[in-house]
Structures are given as C-alpha cells and as structure tokens.
C-alpha cells in the first residue's frame, strides 16, 4: 500500500465529480486486470487528481490509520484458521483499492477477475501457491517451443471486444472450483522431486514442452537430467532449447520458393571453405557432419529421447487379420465395481390438492389482472442498477390483451390472416428487456399461439430451430429492432441459416385495442404445447423442447409447494427470464401466485455486481434467483456496502447447485454474509434442465435444524461411475452438496449413462430421470431422439422394463443419497470417455483454476472437450491467455496444469492450447461455447498463441512395435514362393537381339561417329530447335552446322585448354544448343565432358558450392562456358561464397575462331568413358556416374526403339538438360535418331506459362517429355485459363505421349489433375505416362507408343509397411494409389530383391528392384575408388536362385511387379513394375518402413494453408516441416492437425513439428524434396522457423 502512494477515503472520492469518479473507477480495473503497469496506474491516477489535492490530501491520513487498525497479525490467516470456511482476510489492500473507486457500482468488476482474488485469499489455495513454488524453483529439463518474435503479438484483450462481453462459461461452474481443489492440488503439487521420482519409476505422464518466445540457451544443467532421462519417459519440465536463432538459409528469406537448385549434402558444402578440403571432414556416428552445429535445443532433445527400446515380440505379420490397435487397454482387475442391491425409483412428497388452483397459467393472469390490477408484477432495472419500470398485474394483462387481439385479427385479412393458434412465434428480446418480454410472451399464449423465446439474433443453429419450427414470424421491440442489422434498403438483414422472417414490434403504441367483447379463449391445461425453449447440445446443434400448457400448469404448482410460496412475496432474479429457471420462477410462479419479480440483468450486474444483493435489502425480498457467478460478484464488491442486510432472504435458490463445485461457493458466500442476517438453511441448491425442467430442489430449513450433509468422493471412484467415500487420497477427492429431494408429485430413478436404460445400483453414479407432469414432452420435430429422452422405460439387469411409467431424462449424472437426498456429480454433456473412464470437463477446469491461473488465463476462461483421434477419445483443454501474460509464466502454467490434472484426475491431456484474450466464441451470456470451439480447433481456425501437445503421454492403444522375424534366408524364401504358386517378381522389356533393324545408324558405334556421318549424309536436317518465352525460334542446330561448332569447340579445346584425350571439361551452360555443340566438341577432342547446371545469378552462396563441389569432385582440368557465366565465376559476388582463385581454366566459347582439328578422336573401344552424369540425390548425396560410348549407344537405340523415333518425326522437350534422361532426351537422342528436337527450357515458363502448350500445338507434336515441376507448374497456374487456352485456339489432340521423366514414385494425382484439366483442350488422358530411371541406369522404364496403357492399383498401406503388396479395392480404407512406371525398355532385365538377404522375391513382397541392361553406367565417379561399394552396386549378384549368375545393379528404389490380364508387344502377358520409393529415403519407425511421401500427402491435405511439408527423422523421432502460406497466426493451428492425421492414418507419433516459410523446403531440378539437406539445414539452426513445437 506504501508504494503505491495513500487512497483517497471513501469521503473524499465521494466529493469528486462523477466523470473523475468514472476514469478512477476505470483505472482500478485495468490495474486489477494487468492492463497497465502500476507505474503507469500512479501516473495517470496522480494526474487525475491533481486538481483535487487539498481534499484527498487531508483524507489520506485518516485511510492511514484505518488500515494500520484493520491489518491483521501477518501469521493469523495461517496458523488460526478456526474451520475450512471462517477465514481470516489476508489484508485489506485490495478491498481498500475497491472502496477507493467509489460506492455506487462505478467499479466495473469483471466477473473472473472476481474469482480468481477471492481464491487468493483462500487459505487452500495458499498452500497451493507454496506447493507451486517450489515447482518453480526447480529447472525445467524439456524443450519449450520456439516462436519467431513477430508472429504473435497479441492485441491488448479489450482492443478486440469491449470488455463487458467477456465472462466465463455459461454455467459460471469455471468460477466457483478453485477452493475445493485447492486442497487436492496442494497435496499433489507437494514437492518437485515427487514428480521425478514418479517419472523414473515410469508413471504415466509425460508432456509435450510447447511454445515459447525464448530466444535464449538453455537455464538448466542438463548433464545430470540427462542421465534420468535415458532411462525414462519425459517427466517434467524444461527451458527451451533454441533451434532458431542463427542465420537462415539464403532460400527462407524470400516468401517465395527460389529457383530450383539441387543442394549437396550439407556437411561437404560446408567443408569446401578455403584451403579445405572432403577429407577433412569427419562424419560423427549418427551420420551428421561434425561440422554442422547441432544447437544444444536438438542435443537436449536427443538425450531425452534414448529410451530403452521395447522387449521383443515374436509376432508374423497376418495379410488379412492385422490387427490395427492394441484395443483400448484391458480393464484394471482392481478398478471398483458397483457392489449395492438395484435401486427402487424414489418419489416425491404428493402434489398438494389446493382448491383454488386456476386451471390454467393464463386463467391466474386474467384473476390478477382483473382483480389485482395495482399490484406489482414484474420490476425493471436500468444500467445503474435502479428501478425504472414496474409493470403491474392490470398492465401486464391489457398489453397481452392487446397484443393478442393484433396477433390475431390485425396481421393479414379477415379471410387470410398471417397466424393461426398453434402456430409457433419467436421471441426477439434483450436481456435487459424483461417487461417487453413477459407481454410478449403472455400475448402469445392468450393468442394461442407458441412463443419460442431465442437469444441473440444471428446464430446460425438458432436459424435451423426457426427454420425446423416453421416459424415466419417473430416479435421484438422498437429499440431491438433499430439495433438489428440492416441492408441498404433498410430491411432486416437475412441472417445466415434462417428462414425469412416477417418482424412484428410489440410496443404499446402499434398494438390495436381490443374491442368492448373481444375476449381470448382460455381453456383448462390440457397436453397441447404452450412454449418452446430452446437447448444446445453438445455438439453444438440447438433443439427445441416443447412443453404442454398442462406441464407449464403442473411445474409452476410444484415449485409453489416445494418452495412454499404465497402472495405478495419479492423474489430477486438475476438469471435469463428467457430460459430455465428464471423464465420458470420470475415469469411463470410469480403470476401463479401474485409475486412480484425484480428482474437484475446481466450488463447491470457487469457494471454493478452488488445490485442484486442491494435489491434483496431494499424490497426486503423473501428469495432470490443466483448462479455461483452472482454469488461470487458479491463477495467480490461486499466492502462497497457495509450496510446490507439479507435477514430477509428465506430462500437463496442457486440454480446451478448441480455442478460439483458449487458447494464452495455457497460456503464461501454464507461466511461472509452471515453477519449480513444471511440465515444458513436459507442456501437452497437445485438441479435443472431444458427436458426435466426442476429436476431437484432443496427445501428451505428450519432455523436450527441441523444442515444437510456432504458426500466426499473419490474422484478415482467417479471415473469408473462408482460411488466412494474418499479415504486414502486427500488429492482426489470431491466434495459435493445434495440439491434437495425430488420434487412434489414427481418419481426419479438413476439409469446407466449409455446403452439400455438400465437401473443402476445404489452405489453406481448414472443418468438421473424423472417421471412427472411437469417436464417437457418433446423435441420438436424430432421424433427418433424424442423417443430416447422422453419416453425411457427403464429395465433390470434381466432387461426387463420395470413398471409402465414413461420418465425423462435429465442430461444430469448423479445419485440418491441417504435420506433420498439427490446429489449430482457432472452432466451428460460435459462427460468425456476416456479410455473407458468418465471424466467431467468441468472438473478439469477448476484443477486448471487452482493452478495459479492468475498470472495466464484471462478472466477464468477455460474451455475443456475431447476429440476423437485413433480410437479413443483425447483431452483438449484451452484457455485465454492474459494480454501481460509473459512466455515463461505461460509455459509454467501449462506445464503445472498437465500435472495437477494428471495427478488429480489420472488422466493425460492431448493438448493444452492458449488463445489470446477475448478470441474464444461466447454465448450469448458470455460463456465459452464449447462447440464452436471444438469446431474451430478442429478445422485449424483457432490460432492460439502457445500449445502445448503431449500425444506420448495419451496415446496409450498404438499396434505393437514390428520384429523383424530372424533367420528366414533368401533359400527359404524361395521355397515358400514356390510352395505357394507364387511366382518370384521379375520382369523384361523386349529382347534387343530379336528386333530386326535395317538402320544405318547400327553400323557406327560412337555418337561423335553419327554426327559426322549425318553432317555428311543429310547436312541441312534441323536437329535441334531452341525456343524462348514467346515461343519464337532463337537458335537452330542442323547436322552439319552442329559439327561445324564441335570441330572449333574441340580445337580450342587442344589450343587454349593445352587438353589431352581423358581430361574432363566441365559444360557449364544454360539450357541451349550451346551446351549440345560443346558437348560434341568434347567428344571430338577425346575429352570427357561433365554437364552442370550453371549457379543462379541471385543466389550464388547456395549454388555455387554445388559447382564448385562438382568441378572439384570431377577433378575438372578446363571449364567451358558463356562470357556472362565467366564474368559471374569471377565475380566478388562468387568470392564471397568459393574460392575463385583456384577454379582450373575457364574458356568461353562465345567467339570461337575459325579453326578445325586436323583429326578427330575415336576411342580405341566402346567400353571407354563416354561423359559423366553428376546429380544430387533427394538424399542430398551428390553422385557421379560413368556412362561409357557402348552404353551410350544402347541407351538411345532403346529409346529409339521404345518411342519409335527417326528422322521424320519432331518431339519438344521441356526439362532441364544437365544429368540422367533430361540429358540423354536433349542432347544424344537426337543425333543418334535423326528426329527433329523442339526445346523449351523451363526457366522460360515462369515467364510465359502458355509456352510449352502452345508449342506443343503449334508443332504438331506428337511425343513430348516435361519434368513434374513442369507438369506442376502447368496445372496451378493454367488451372482457371482453359478458357483462354481454347481462344487461343490450342488443342492437343494431336499429343500421342505426354511422359513426365522421373527418377521417384510416379505423382498420380498430379497427373490425373493435369490429364482432367487439358482434357478440355483434346488431351487424351491415355497420353500422360511417367519414367523410371536412377543413378546406376538412367532410363528403365518409358512408356514408348506401343504396348498396353499405364495400369493403376490399389495397395494397402499397413501390408506395404511390413514390405508386402496386398491389393485392394478403390475406396478401401488405409489404400494407396500406385501407378505404372511406364514400360520396361528393350534390353532390360528387372528383379525385386529383398535388400538384406539379397535373395529373390515373390511378387506379393516390395523389395529393392535390381537392374540388368546394356545402357547400365560403368560404375561412381569418385574421389576415392571405394571398390566394395562399386561392386555393390553396379556388380552385383543375387544370393540364391540364379545359375545364370547375371550381374545387376541396384537401383536403390524399393517397388514390386505385377502380372497383368494386359498383352504385352510380344503377345505375353504384360508384367508392370511398380515404383514406391527409395530405399535411402525410408524411414524405420516402429519396426515398419514407411516412406515419407505418404505421410506428407496426409499432412498436405489437412488445411489450406501449408504449401508444402516434408518429414525425416532424428534418432527415434518423427520430424514434420510444413511450410505455411497463410497468416503466421495459422501456424499453431496446423501443430495438433498434424499430429492428429499422422496418428490417425500412419499409427505415428510426431515429435517435432517446425512451421517455416514458403520456399524453405529444398526441392532440386527435377522437382523432388531435398529431406536431408532439409535435416542437416535443420539441426544447424538455419531454417528461420515461424515455429517450433515439441510433441513430448
């Protein structure tokens, strides 16, 4: 109090003028509520009452001296507590600052600001704090998230709504629980080390660490953790290791995805600085290079997540009878069981015969109206608190009069008018219009029309409740009409979902007086509807329960004689008049018996938290209407008004006396209002709900009469729907207050929540139902769940119905007591099933509560539900985040939240997620809506600002880990084949020796042989066409002008380069005919050309190491290449990435001098080295492969045949001509077929998407080729312009093959888009086909002209994880679209083998396909001659099964063949080879092989913003890296939809998930994911990530 300068005494404030009073007022708030700094509270403040100094001067002395009086000894609240509930304050700071903001309501409390101070003083709640600290002392061992610091910068809360809309959840049950688990928590957060100690032994939680803004290292010592670590699960909590803050990559930085450029592996590039060299590097054990700085964050990680692996089981793989999931788990043998005899339905007291009941509701208003006409009926307040209307009962009868008499003969003519009786009406009102209202509603059901009261005007679900009731119609007020929105012609806007509405304003002046014998037809109750009051469900759908004039009549007799109510009492309502309660007490019994209501809206208890409490005192009111939320305004602003008094009060009826945690509410409030006269028999708990209406109630006792007793239960108990008394476990206990007896007249029994309704046994929780008149009788228009809710029949354990009487059920769960005292325990709708045990969402949010929630959650607001995610339900919890809330505190918070709730529940959170404030949907009341919510969470719409996911600790039902079964060897393997009928999977493209030829061309055995023979034979042939991006001609190439520029290349080859026959030159040139000629040229000198593709202009640092690699690599003697590339290698630019001093010759051949070599070389055999194919793989390996003039000359003659290619014939390619078919298409096949070669560099497509299409169209072409970056690019950005491309008049009908080449799994649904989209423009989609080719043989399968079409399966996923091929049916769960790779090329040879035994397979098994043709490479061209590797590779021998002893290569892919009913060229039947994936890139989790294009096609799909994803693994742990193309806000959004999808459809656990940047996934030239560059890039701390999130 010192510090913060002295209060002004209530005197002086009150001396102040209402304006200043108003902004203190304000002020108080935003301090309490942490809007502003206590700096900035005393600056603004002192200047506010500056003017006024003299007087708050002399006042401060005196506030002094009451303070130093009222402080108590500082020990007192700790040590002599007399009882749980007679407490000492803990000093008076806060109350004084209260007081200080003036008396008449100006304070504008927010009601979970309430909550959570008045806890603060709760003695429990204190040792809770004490039990945290010590948390805190302690040094967190996990990874929080990392966040990028411009992502999430929060509005402050009340800039997004005004803050009076804020509150907690609808039933208020957040606010009151904090007390009664205080104590649980205090014990279960009683020590840190409990929680390790826990962990070593292998308890059950873990926890995922997620999300925080710190950018720092690391504040724990993580070398003792990391011991406990390796023996155990993830326990408790740590400071985030950082895996973002060096330097990105040069390829992150630009929002969008930089030329495709193919990375070498991470760990050489990085070596080749300076005076370096590849041997210098050293690769650690686990792969990764030394020199790549793995941040502490992943190292952290790591140590972590070395656990010891499972026991293993012995278990084949079944096709047929998998079974996908260990089944909830079996359950506990020592879990509780009901053990009581059936219960008996319990019945109420009778219903009391009174003589002069009227008839009916309607017949009560006209005897008060008539007789009564001066008496109050209905008082309303305004903002301030104050009276401003009261409606008599002669008022409120001729308004209805009135408004029944317009309803029915003044809308519409005579003959048709607009509402007959029984036609249903909405009621538009708001809630601080009760007098509007109750006319409203009393005119309708004179009318005999149904009124059907709604909140808000807008919610689409309201719009299905009006559209399923018919309802053209609905009522309002002058005032709610202007508010409602409206269109520019000034109508009422058409509100999304519902039906048109034609809206009627009832205020006085536009009703029609009735005439002198005009009176409504009033008929005794029968079971004809008389109202509709509306409910949600849980799931978010609003439903309309009917209720009969008769159960209206029945309901208001039971509540008259259960709450002993008689004329002229004032009863206090601070509950919705519209719905429940309050429309059943304050609408209906008050006409029934002359009451008179004093209705307290909701926005005046916001501004005024008192004014119900002042209202008690000043009419002397005999009951009052609350929620525990009302109770708790109070107690919060109590010191306001010393004076009140509530001796009056005989009944406080808190309607949600249902929920659990109300009973400390209500002790906490008769505590303190004891001393007001509040008299404790006075509290009056019930129960209700939409169908059973009053479903319980306590009676009002007798003063002195001993108080109704407690159940302490065991929560362990709860969860399995068994009733214990709590003995052993402080922690887990809940303390519940009985809501009376069963009301008069009606009957209740308890049946099991699910299934058949059974009884339960007397010591088993269940759904609580009554039989009586008075509850509801439908919902309308929907008859299949009415059946279920309004006419259960329950039966015995034999299944057979006990008695005859239909009862309703209640949505309540709960139980009968001793003395049939009724106690509930939770709802239907907030039951969540988890693993077989019952949870209540509301439970979970006080734990949430009790958790110091002041510091993080704003205002209470949690929300709680469970999602479905493999098989069982899972806990979300979210909650608001304070604006002032820092990273640290959130973390903490969240992380002490999964504990308590772990330790108190025994049960694991999925995911913890915290939103900013003010950003969760309301009701219209201000709760939360859980629906929507959910809704949003689960479409990815929620945005939180930290989450935390913990699927390690929940997801208890994953399938047994695979063990690979030992000792099965390649001969067994055969057997069983054999054994079985199935044939061993291989397969052959034409034989080469059968095709006749009478070509030429056979008779030269070396391409440079060819090019002279044609530059002789046919010197004019245009071989070669180079367009640009307008699609005209810039160079063209023939026979003989091709050798002409060879000869000069070749020449300054031997003039400038000093070269000799066997150097290699590297070929650095853009895609052109340049790059063809000095290919030739380096043929004709005898040189060895090694083609690169040149480094990108903008973005030397990452490609030129590449080249620079490869030009070492290769140990090139000479460069060739343009003068712009020259000047680029020399650059300062180039200096700052390589060392420019050391590159070997460079020559440009842009001007070459008019000379010829006296004689060109021919190699002495076919077997000499024709060039080398250098190529980066998805692997990030960069490999070179040496291809040899016999090969060469095999390659081409294959494709010559397959394609059926010569001289008369054109195709156009568009790919990149710089290593495997791409260069063999572009620059040899050509030369060798005579055909004409149109080509399209696809650099130009990005100026000119068109191009390729329209050459296609304008050529004629018949066979053209394109890589999947160009097929991709074609069909997003053309996707909306088929239209443009038929006005341009471009068909391809005339295309006869369309082949993507492809070194990976053909990408289906992308050629089907493409196939889809030119469909429109004549493509056949019979045309579109894909390659197969590798490193160690470019080209194994093409589809060619002739031959069956590309055949499509279906595989099931699960068996291809086990390596076996199960066909399914298209639609199949868990299937797999494969296509055909194209047709196997003449002269080559396939087998699948499996890749350890290197034994042959079956065709029902994946295995690595090895390869036997002419056109294979000779073998790696590398630094060291590692001959084992060669051998393996490129040499190779099957293990068993093949006399022949056939050498074959590996390709390194894994895929399978398949016989198909198709017939083949040479009239066999056709055998298709499958392609899956690469071996290198598949990832061994769980025992199973999965490849990582499956998992990111799931991932892909999930939500609209990610653009790209790839997945690879660190150690044991599954990586996600989505790159997001929407708001930053959407990145958290996508962590639990990732984690979900993986669950759900691959069986996974995902560990980290990193949302980085579009364009930050490497991707090289021909359009595959770089995964290990990705890792390397990853560990190094150079992804720049947006977020990071560690699914723990």
């Known amino acids: ?85 007679h407490r000492t304050r803990s000093g008076g700071a806060r109350d004084e600052r209260y007081r200080s903001a003036c008396n008449k309501g100006l304070i504008r409390i927010q009601k979970e600001f309430s909550l959570v101070r008045i806890y603060s003083e709760d003695i429990h709640t204190e040792a809770v704090q004490a039990a945290l600290a010590k948390h805190k002392e302690q040094k967190m061992a996990l990874p929080m998230p990392t966040k990028r610091r411009s992502t999430f910068v929060q509005s402050p809360a009340d800039a997004c709504t005004p803050p009076d809309t804020s509150s907690a959840s609808e039933d208020e049950g957040s606010l009151r629980r904090q007390a009664a688990l205080s104590a649980a928590l205090q014990q279960s957060l009683q020590n840190a080390e409990s929680w ?42 740590s400071a985030p290791p950082d895996v973002t803050t060096t330097t990105s990559s040069s390829s992150s930085s630009s929002s969008i995805r930089p030329a495709n450029i193919d990375l070498p592996p991470s760990g050489i590039v990085k070596g080749m600085h300076k005076g370096s060299n590849r041997s210098s590097l050293m690769d650690t054990a686990d792969g990764v290079p030394v020199s790549s700085r793995v941040s502490t964050k992943i190292q952290q990680l790591l140590n972590t997540l070395k656990r010891p692996k499972r026991p293993p089981l012995k278990e084949f793989f079944v096709d047929d009878s998998e079974e996908i999931v260990e089944g909830i788990p079996q359950p506990d043998p020592n879990q509780p069981k009901p053990e009581g005899r059936q219960m008996t339905p319990v019945k109420g007291e009778p219903l009391g015969v009174i003589c002069n009941w009227p008839p009916a509701l309607e017949s009560a208003l006209q005897r008060w109206g008539t007789t009564q006409a001066k008496c109050s009926c209905l008082t309303a307040l305004d903002m301030t608190g104050k009276p401003v209307y009261t409606l008599t009962y002669g008022k409120l009868w001729s308004r209805s009069l009135k408004l ?39 005119g309708c059901l004179l009318a005999e029309v149904i009124p059907v009261p709604i909140e808000d005007a807008g919610g689409q679900q309201i719009g299905f409740l009006l559209g399923s009731c018919g309802i053209a119609l609905a009522l309002t007020s002058e005032v709610c009409l202007k508010g409602l929105p409206k269109t520019q012609n000034g109508e009422i806007v058409q509100f999304k979902g519902w039906p048109r509405l034609k809206w009627v304003v009832t205020d006085s002046k536009y009703l029609s007086k009735p005439p002198k014998d005009w009176q409504p037809h009033i008929s005794p109750a029968g079971t004809e509807p008389a109202y509709i009051e509306y409910k949600t469900s849980k799931e978010g759908s609003v439903m309309g329960v009917t209720v009969s004039r008769l159960a209206m009549l029945s309901h208001c007799q039971a509540l008259s004689q259960a709450c002993n109510y008689s004329e002229g009492e004032t009863i206090v309502n601070v509950l919705d008049f519209k719905k429940d309660a309050g429309l059943w007490h304050g609408m209906f019994a008050n006409v029934m018996n002359k009451m008179h ?83 404790p028999e006075a509290i009056c708990p019930c129960a209700t709900s939409a169908e059973a209406m009053t479903v319980a109630i306590r009676r009002p006792g007798v003063p002195g009469a001993p108080l109704p007793g407690r159940a302490i239960l065991s929560m362990n108990g709860l969860s399995y729907g068994v009733i214990r008394v709590n003995t052993e476990d402080k922690n887990s206990a809940l303390t519940v207050q009985d809501v009376g007896h069963v009301m008069p007249g009606g009957m209740m029994c308890i049946v099991k929540p699910d299934g058949p309704p059974q009884l339960c046994k007397t010591d088993e929780i269940g759904e609580i139902c009554v039989s009586s008149r008075t509850g509801g009788m439908m919902y309308f228009g929907l008859a299949g769940v009415t059946k279920n809710t309004f006419e259960v029949i329950p039966v015995n354990s034999a299944g057979s119905p006990v008695g005859d009487v239909p009862f309703i059920r209640s949505g309540l769960l709960g139980f009968v007591g001793p003395g049939s005292l009724v106690f509930v325990v939770g709802k239907m709708d907030g039951l969540l099933m988890v693993s077989g045990r019952r949870h209540n969402a509301d439970d979970i949010v006080a734990t949430g509560l009790a958790v110091e929630s002041i510091k993080t959650v704003y205002r209470g607001r949690i929300a709680v539900f469970s999602v479905s995610v493999f098989y069982d339900e899972r806990i979300v919890v979210v909650a608001e985040q304070r604006p002032d809330a820092s990273e640290e505190d959130s973390f903490q918070w969240m992380s002490r939240v999964l504990q308590a709730i772990d330790s108190i529940h025994q049960v694991g959170v999925y995911c913890l997620a915290l939103v900013p404030a003010n950003t969760l949907p309301k009701t219209p009341l201000g709760g939360i809506h859980i629906s929507q919510t959910k809704q949003l969470f689960l479409e990815g719409s929620l945005h939180p600002c930290n989450i935390l996911m913990c699927p390690h600790t929940c997801v208890t039902n994953l399938p047994k880990p695979r063990q690979k079964q030992p000792g099965v060897g390649p001969a067994s393997v055969m057997v069983g084949n054999l054994v079985a009928g199935k044939r061993i999977a291989q397969a052959a493209g034409r034989d080469l020796g059968q095709i006749e030829e009478n070509d030429l061309v056979r008779k030269h055995q070396f391409l440079a042989e060819i090019l002279q023979w044609r530059a002789q034979a046919t010197p004019d042939h245009v071989l070669f066409m180079l367009l640009n991006a307008k699609g005209t001609t810039v160079c063209t190439a023939s026979c003989l002008q091709l050798h002409k520029r060879a000869e000069r290349i070749a020449s300054v080859l031997g003039d400038k380069g000093h070269l000799n026959a066997g150097d290699n030159v590297v070929l650095l040139y853009p895609p052109g005919i340049e790059l063809i000629a000095a290919f030739y040229g380096c043929l004709y000198a005898g040189c060895i050309p090694v083609t690169v593709r040149p480094p ?265 994880r086990h390596d076996r091929v199960r066909l399914v049916e298209r639609g199949a769960p868990q299937s797999l679209l494969l296509s055909e790779s194209g047709k196997i090329l003449p002269g080559v040879k396939v087998v699948i083998v499996n890749p350890e035994t290197k034994g042959p397979v ?55 063949v398949r016989r198909t009913e198709l017939t083949a060229a040479t009239g066999e039947r056709h055998d298709a080879l499958y392609v899956v994936g690469a071996l290198d890139e598949t990832l061994e989790l769980r025992g199973l092989r999965y490849h990582p294009i499956d998992i990111e096609t799931s991932v892909s799909r999930i939500h609209r913003s990610i653009a790209e994803c790839a997945v690879f693994t660190w150690t044991n742990l599954l990586v996600v890296v989505v790159e997001l193309c929407g708001s930053e806000q959407e990145a958290l959004d996508l962590v639990p939809l990732v984690t979900n999808v993986v669950l759900e459809e691959h069986y996974l656990i995902v560990g980290v998930v990193v949302v980085v940047d579009p364009g930050v996934i490497p991707i090289n030239s021909r359009g595959e994911k770089q995964r290990m560059h990705l890792r390397d890039s990853f560990l190094a701390d150079q992804l720049d990530p947006i977020y990071v999130a560690y699914n723990m």
């Open 1096 to 1360: 990108h202009a903008q973005n030397l640092t990452a490609t030129l190491p590449t080249v620079r690699m490869i030009v070492d690599v290769s140990k090139a003697a000479c460069i060739l290449t343009s003068q712009t590339l020259m000047r680029l290698l020399r650059s300062r630019e180039a200096a700052a990435a390589v060392d420019v001093k050391t590159w070997p010759t460079i020559i440009d051949t842009d001007d070459l001098p008019r000379k010829r070599l006296p004689q060109l070389y021919k190699p002495p055999t076919p077997e000499m080295l024709a060039y080398l194919d250098f190529s980066v793989s998805t692997t990030g390996m960069l490999t070179g492969v040496k291809m040899s003039h016999s090969a060469v000359n095999a390659l081409c003659r294959a494709i010559k045949l397959q394609c059926e290619l010569y001289s008369s014939r054109q195709i156009a390619i568009c790919l990149d001509p710089y290593c495997g078919l791409g260069f063999a298409l572009w620059c040899l096949c050509s030369v060798y077929s005579g055909h004409q070669s149109v080509l399209i560099p696809p650099v130009e497509l990005e100026n000119n998407l068109f191009l390729w299409l329209a050459t296609v169209n304008q050529y004629k072409i018949r066979d053209t080729f394109c890589s999947y970056s160009v097929m991709e690019l074609c069909t997003k950005g053309l996707g909306n312009q088929v239209e443009v491309l038929k006005t341009r008049g471009i068909n391809l009908s005339c295309v006869r093959t369309c082949v993507v080449v492809a070194e990976e799994r053909p990408r289906v649904a992308l050629q089907q888009s493409f196939s889809k989209l030119f469909k429109d423009i004549g493509l056949s989609p019979r045309a579109v086909s894909t390659t197969f080719g590798s490193r160690v043989n470019v080209a194994i399968c093409l589809q060619g002209t002739s031959g069956p079409d590309p055949t499509t399966v279906y595989v099931d996923l699960k068996s291809l």
């Open 1402 to 1456: 079956g065709d029902s098994h994946l295995g690595e396909i090895w390869v036997n043709s002419p056109h294979t490479a000779s073998g790696y061209y590398t630094i060291y001659d590692s001959e084992t590797l060669q051998a393996d590779h490129f040499n190779t021998r099957l293990s068993f099964g093949d006399a022949a002893q056939t050498l074959w290569a590996r390709t390194g892919y894994l895929g399978f």
């Open 597 to 679: 209501t004093i209705s307290v809206p909701y926005s005046v208890m916001k501004t005024c938290p008192l004014s119900w409490v002042q209202r008690v005192h000043a009419h002397k009111a005999k009951v009052a209407l609350v929620k525990c939320r009302d109770l708790h305004w109070a107690m919060m602003a109590h010191r306001d008004q010393r004076d009140v008094s509530l001796s009056s009060l005989r009944m406080l009826i808190v309607t949600d006396g249902a929920n659990p945690w109300s009973v400390s509410s209500c002790d906490a409030f008769l505590s303190l209002f004891q001393s007001h006269g509040l008299k």
């Open 404 to 442: 029944a008499y317009t309803l029915l003969n003044k809308l519409g003519t005579k003959n048709e008018p607009v509402l007959k009786p029984g036609d249903r009406v909405a009621l538009v009102y708001p809630n601080n219009d009760p007098v509007m209202f109750m006319v409203a509603f009393y």
């Open 1 to 85: 109090m010192a510090e913060r300068g002295l209060e002004p005494s209530p005197a002086a404030v009150a001396a102040l003028p209402p304006e200043v009073r108003a902004q203190l007022a304000e002020l108080e708030l935003e301090l309490s509520e942490g809007d502003i700094t206590q700096k900035g509270y005393e600056k603004k403040r002192s200047k506010l009452l500056s003017p006024y100094s003299p007087q708050t001067q002399e006042t401060d002395s005196a506030v002094q001296k009451e303070l130093r009086n009222q402080t108590p000894a500082p020990s007192a609240a700790q040590t002599s507590a007399p009882s749980k509930y």
């Open 196 to 237: 390790i100690n826990r962990s070593i032994q292998g308890s059950s939680t873990s926890s995922s660490a997620s999300s925080t803004l710190s950018h720092g290292e690391v504040k724990g010592t993580s070398g003792s953790l990391a011991d406990v670590f390796a023996n155990t699960r993830i326990e408790n909590f």
